[in-house]
Protein backbone atom coordinates (compact mmCIF):
# COMPACT_ATOMS: atom_id res chain seq x y z
CA UNK A 1 0.00 0.00 0.00
CA UNK A 2 2.81 2.64 0.23
CA UNK A 3 3.88 2.86 -3.24
CA UNK A 4 7.18 4.33 -3.10
CA UNK A 5 7.89 6.40 -6.77
CA UNK A 6 10.86 4.33 -7.44
CA UNK A 7 9.16 0.41 -6.75
CA UNK A 8 6.87 -1.17 -9.67
CA UNK A 9 6.18 -4.18 -6.78
CA UNK A 10 2.63 -2.71 -5.34
CA UNK A 11 1.20 -2.30 -9.04
CA UNK A 12 1.87 -5.81 -9.78
CA UNK A 13 1.30 -7.77 -6.71
CA UNK A 14 -1.79 -6.13 -5.43
CA UNK A 15 -3.44 -5.76 -1.82
CA UNK A 16 -1.69 -7.15 1.06
CA UNK A 17 -2.56 -10.29 2.68
CA UNK A 18 -1.47 -11.53 6.06
CA UNK A 19 -1.06 -15.09 6.86
CA UNK A 20 -3.54 -16.33 9.32
CA UNK A 21 -2.03 -16.47 12.92
CA UNK A 22 -3.00 -19.81 13.59
CA UNK A 23 -1.45 -20.83 10.07
CA UNK A 24 1.78 -18.39 11.10
CA UNK A 25 1.78 -20.82 14.25
CA UNK A 26 1.60 -24.45 12.92
CA UNK A 27 4.28 -23.67 10.35
CA UNK A 28 6.86 -22.75 13.03
CA UNK A 29 5.88 -25.45 15.30
CA UNK A 30 6.70 -27.70 12.42
CA UNK A 31 9.99 -26.42 11.83
CA UNK A 32 10.70 -27.10 15.88
CA UNK A 33 9.64 -30.51 15.31
CA UNK A 34 11.62 -31.36 12.79
CA UNK A 35 14.59 -30.01 14.90
CA UNK A 36 14.84 -26.57 13.76
CA UNK A 37 16.05 -23.96 16.29
CA UNK A 38 16.04 -20.61 14.69
CA UNK A 39 13.02 -19.24 13.00
CA UNK A 40 12.67 -16.56 10.22
CA UNK A 41 9.32 -14.11 9.67
CA UNK A 42 9.70 -12.90 6.17
CA UNK A 43 7.75 -11.14 3.64
CA UNK A 44 6.64 -7.56 2.79
CA UNK A 45 5.86 -4.82 5.60
CA UNK A 46 5.60 -7.68 7.97
CA UNK A 47 5.21 -5.00 10.58
CA UNK A 48 1.69 -4.71 9.31
CA UNK A 49 0.75 -8.42 10.01
CA UNK A 50 -2.80 -8.66 10.63
CA UNK A 51 -4.43 -4.86 9.62
CA UNK A 52 -6.23 -6.49 6.77
CA UNK A 53 -8.40 -9.51 9.15
CA UNK A 54 -11.55 -8.36 10.63
CA UNK A 55 -11.08 -7.03 13.23
CA UNK A 56 -7.85 -6.51 12.70
CA UNK A 57 -4.49 -7.42 14.83
CA UNK A 58 -1.42 -5.75 15.28
CA UNK A 59 2.25 -7.32 14.49
CA UNK A 60 3.11 -7.43 18.40
CA UNK A 61 -0.10 -9.57 18.65
CA UNK A 62 1.92 -12.33 16.63
CA UNK A 63 5.02 -11.67 18.06
CA UNK A 64 3.70 -12.74 21.86
CA UNK A 65 1.76 -15.90 20.75
CA UNK A 66 5.07 -17.17 18.91
CA UNK A 67 7.05 -15.99 21.76
CA UNK A 68 4.34 -18.23 23.90
CA UNK A 69 5.20 -21.28 21.84
CA UNK A 70 8.82 -20.59 21.83
CA UNK A 71 8.75 -20.64 25.45
CA UNK A 72 6.80 -23.64 25.90
CA UNK A 73 8.67 -25.75 23.29
CA UNK A 74 11.93 -24.98 25.37
CA UNK A 75 10.82 -25.54 28.39
CA UNK A 76 9.97 -28.92 27.11
CA UNK A 77 13.25 -30.00 25.21
CA UNK A 78 15.56 -27.71 27.12
CA UNK A 79 16.75 -26.57 23.55
CA UNK A 80 18.24 -22.95 22.21
CA UNK A 81 16.01 -21.44 20.04
CA UNK A 82 15.79 -17.84 18.26
CA UNK A 83 13.27 -15.96 16.26
CA UNK A 84 14.53 -13.50 13.36
CA UNK A 85 13.10 -11.09 11.98
CA UNK A 86 14.07 -10.41 8.05
CA UNK A 87 13.39 -6.62 7.74
CA UNK A 88 10.94 -4.09 9.16
CA UNK A 89 10.02 -0.15 8.12
CA UNK A 90 10.91 1.98 10.59
CA UNK A 91 7.12 3.46 10.83
CA UNK A 92 6.49 -0.15 11.59
CA UNK A 93 8.23 0.25 14.60
CA UNK A 94 6.25 1.19 17.88
CA UNK A 95 5.68 0.98 21.55
CA UNK A 96 4.02 -2.18 20.93
CA UNK A 97 7.28 -3.46 19.17
CA UNK A 98 9.44 -2.01 21.45
CA UNK A 99 7.98 -3.35 24.43
CA UNK A 100 8.14 -7.01 23.05
CA UNK A 101 11.68 -6.64 21.99
CA UNK A 102 12.39 -5.36 25.80
CA UNK A 103 10.87 -9.08 27.25
CA UNK A 104 11.10 -11.55 24.44
CA UNK A 105 13.78 -14.20 25.12
CA UNK A 106 13.84 -14.87 21.88
CA UNK A 107 14.41 -11.95 19.54
CA UNK A 108 17.52 -11.82 17.62
CA UNK A 109 19.72 -8.80 18.17
CA UNK A 110 19.46 -8.07 14.27
CA UNK A 111 17.49 -5.60 12.93
CA UNK A 112 17.19 -4.96 9.53
CA UNK A 113 15.33 -1.27 8.88
CA UNK A 114 15.47 0.07 5.35
CA UNK A 115 16.64 4.15 5.08
CA UNK A 116 16.82 4.82 1.44
CA UNK A 117 17.74 8.04 1.79
CA UNK A 118 18.57 10.33 5.16
CA UNK A 119 17.28 13.72 3.42
CA UNK A 120 13.68 14.35 3.77
CA UNK A 121 13.49 15.94 0.84
CA UNK A 122 14.49 12.62 -1.00
CA UNK A 123 12.26 10.80 1.36
CA UNK A 124 9.49 12.69 0.08
CA UNK A 125 10.46 12.24 -3.64
CA UNK A 126 10.61 8.51 -2.71
CA UNK A 127 7.17 8.82 -1.00
CA UNK A 128 8.66 7.25 1.90
CA UNK A 129 6.12 8.11 5.02
CA UNK A 130 8.84 8.72 7.34
CA UNK A 131 11.20 11.85 8.28
CA UNK A 132 15.09 11.34 8.99
CA UNK A 133 14.76 12.08 12.85
CA UNK A 134 11.89 9.05 13.34
CA UNK A 135 14.28 6.78 11.67
CA UNK A 136 17.00 7.62 14.32
CA UNK A 137 14.58 7.90 17.26
CA UNK A 138 13.55 4.24 15.95
CA UNK A 139 17.18 3.22 15.71
CA UNK A 140 17.58 5.10 18.71
CA UNK A 141 15.43 3.55 20.73
CA UNK A 142 16.36 -0.32 20.09
CA UNK A 143 19.91 0.27 20.38
CA UNK A 144 19.51 1.16 24.09
CA UNK A 145 18.07 -2.42 24.42
CA UNK A 146 20.26 -4.21 22.15
CA UNK A 147 23.70 -2.16 21.67
CA UNK A 148 25.25 -5.47 20.31
CA UNK A 149 22.58 -5.88 17.17
CA UNK A 150 23.54 -5.49 13.93
CA UNK A 151 21.57 -2.79 12.62
CA UNK A 152 21.42 -2.82 8.81
CA UNK A 153 19.68 -0.93 6.06
CA UNK A 154 19.15 -0.01 2.33
CA UNK A 155 19.76 2.75 0.63
CA UNK A 156 19.46 4.30 -2.80
CA UNK A 157 22.12 6.22 -4.05
CA UNK A 158 21.45 8.57 -6.49
CA UNK A 159 17.85 9.35 -6.48
CA UNK A 160 16.71 11.92 -9.10
CA UNK A 161 17.42 15.22 -7.55
CA UNK A 162 19.53 14.15 -4.72
CA UNK A 163 22.17 16.77 -4.98
CA UNK A 164 25.38 16.44 -2.88
CA UNK A 165 24.04 18.12 0.69
CA UNK A 166 20.91 15.30 0.26
CA UNK A 167 23.80 12.60 -0.43
CA UNK A 168 25.78 14.70 2.64
CA UNK A 169 22.68 13.98 4.82
CA UNK A 170 22.80 10.00 4.46
CA UNK A 171 26.26 10.00 4.93
CA UNK A 172 25.38 11.99 8.08
CA UNK A 173 23.07 9.13 9.42
CA UNK A 174 25.21 6.10 8.11
CA UNK A 175 27.82 7.86 10.04
CA UNK A 176 26.93 8.51 13.39
CA UNK A 177 23.91 6.28 14.01
CA UNK A 178 24.36 2.50 15.36
CA UNK A 179 24.36 1.48 11.62
CA UNK A 180 26.84 -1.32 10.77
CA UNK A 181 25.76 -2.83 8.39
CA UNK A 182 24.13 -1.52 4.22
CA UNK A 183 22.62 -2.75 1.23
CA UNK A 184 23.94 0.21 -1.07
CA UNK A 185 21.52 -0.02 -4.47
CA UNK A 186 22.60 2.78 -7.40
CA UNK A 187 19.38 3.93 -8.39
CA UNK A 188 18.22 2.56 -11.79
CA UNK A 189 14.58 3.84 -13.13
CA UNK A 190 11.85 1.47 -13.33
CA UNK A 191 9.61 1.38 -16.15
CA UNK A 192 6.48 2.81 -15.51
CA UNK A 193 7.26 4.05 -12.19
CA UNK A 194 7.16 7.94 -11.11
CA UNK A 195 10.82 7.87 -10.60
CA UNK A 196 11.49 7.06 -14.17
CA UNK A 197 10.29 10.80 -15.15
CA UNK A 198 11.82 12.79 -12.24
CA UNK A 199 13.82 15.54 -13.20
CA UNK A 200 17.60 15.85 -11.64
CA UNK A 201 19.35 12.43 -12.57
CA UNK A 202 22.60 11.80 -10.82
CA UNK A 203 25.16 11.27 -13.34
CA UNK A 204 26.45 7.37 -13.64
CA UNK A 205 30.15 8.37 -12.38
CA UNK A 206 28.56 10.30 -9.56
CA UNK A 207 26.76 8.09 -8.11
CA UNK A 208 29.72 5.55 -8.50
CA UNK A 209 31.49 7.99 -5.86
CA UNK A 210 28.54 8.22 -3.94
CA UNK A 211 28.22 4.69 -3.40
CA UNK A 212 32.37 3.97 -3.15
CA UNK A 213 31.72 6.43 -0.28
CA UNK A 214 28.78 4.53 1.73
CA UNK A 215 30.76 1.58 1.26
CA UNK A 216 34.00 2.94 2.90
CA UNK A 217 32.77 4.16 5.97
CA UNK A 218 30.27 0.88 6.49
CA UNK A 219 33.22 -0.95 5.80
CA UNK A 220 35.04 0.78 9.33
CA UNK A 221 32.19 0.77 11.28
CA UNK A 222 31.86 -2.96 10.45
CA UNK A 223 35.35 -3.79 11.40
CA UNK A 224 34.81 -1.40 14.47
CA UNK A 225 31.96 -3.26 15.08
CA UNK A 226 32.99 -6.80 14.94
CA UNK A 227 36.09 -5.84 17.43
CA UNK A 228 33.78 -5.53 20.38
CA UNK A 229 32.18 -8.68 19.69
CA UNK A 230 35.60 -10.59 20.06
CA UNK A 231 35.67 -12.58 23.34
CA UNK A 232 31.69 -12.61 23.57
CA UNK A 233 29.39 -15.53 23.80
CA UNK A 234 26.71 -15.93 21.42
CA UNK A 235 24.12 -18.03 19.84
CA UNK A 236 25.04 -19.18 16.74
CA UNK A 237 22.98 -21.25 14.24
CA UNK A 238 25.32 -24.19 12.60
CA UNK A 239 24.51 -24.26 8.61
CA UNK A 240 26.77 -26.40 7.28
CA UNK A 241 30.08 -28.24 7.82
CA UNK A 242 32.98 -27.44 5.32
CA UNK A 243 35.09 -30.88 4.90
CA UNK A 244 37.97 -28.88 3.29
CA UNK A 245 38.22 -26.64 6.01
CA UNK A 246 37.28 -29.02 8.74
CA UNK A 247 35.20 -26.08 10.56
CA UNK A 248 31.29 -25.33 10.72
CA UNK A 249 29.88 -22.42 8.99
CA UNK A 250 27.21 -20.87 11.34
CA UNK A 251 25.44 -17.30 11.62
CA UNK A 252 25.25 -15.75 15.03
CA UNK A 253 22.30 -14.06 16.63
CA UNK A 254 23.71 -10.68 15.58
CA UNK A 255 24.23 -11.56 12.29
CA UNK A 256 28.03 -12.15 11.97
CA UNK A 257 29.31 -14.74 9.97
CA UNK A 258 31.05 -17.41 12.71
CA UNK A 259 33.41 -20.91 11.61
CA UNK A 260 34.46 -22.45 14.14
CA UNK A 261 36.55 -26.17 14.74
CA UNK A 262 34.61 -29.49 15.09
CA UNK A 263 34.18 -33.05 13.93
CA UNK A 264 31.89 -32.77 11.40
CA UNK A 265 29.08 -35.57 13.52
CA UNK A 266 29.05 -33.17 16.15
CA UNK A 267 26.31 -30.28 15.28
CA UNK A 268 23.44 -30.50 13.18
CA UNK A 269 22.11 -27.82 10.19
CA UNK A 270 19.70 -25.94 12.15
CA UNK A 271 21.27 -26.47 15.84
CA UNK A 272 22.02 -23.25 17.84
CA UNK A 273 24.97 -23.95 19.47
CA UNK A 274 26.74 -20.96 21.79
CA UNK A 275 29.89 -19.85 20.68
CA UNK A 276 32.72 -17.35 22.23
CA UNK A 277 33.82 -15.40 19.93
Same mark, same amino acid.
Given at each position: ?????????????????????????????????????????????????????????????????????????????????????????????????????????????????????????????????????????????????????????????????????????????????????????????????????????????????? =???????????? &? !? #?? @?? *? +??? %? /??????????????????? =???????????? &? !? #?? @?? *? +??? %? /??
Amino acid at each position: NSFCSYCIIPYVRGKPRSLPLQEVLNQIENFLNQGYQEIVLTGIHIGKWGEDFAPPLKFSDLLYKIEELLERYSQTTGKLLSLRLSSIEPNEINEDFLHFVKTSRFIAPHFHIPLQSGSNKILKLMRRKYTREKYLEVLQALWEVFPYATFGADVIVGFPGEEERDFGETFEIVEKSPLNWLHIFPFSPRPFTPAEKMPGRVPPSEIKKR =EKILKEVISQKR &D !K #FL @KT *E +IGQ %I /RKVVVEKFLFEEKAFKGLS =ENYIPVYFKSLP &D !K #FK @KG *E +IVK %I /RF
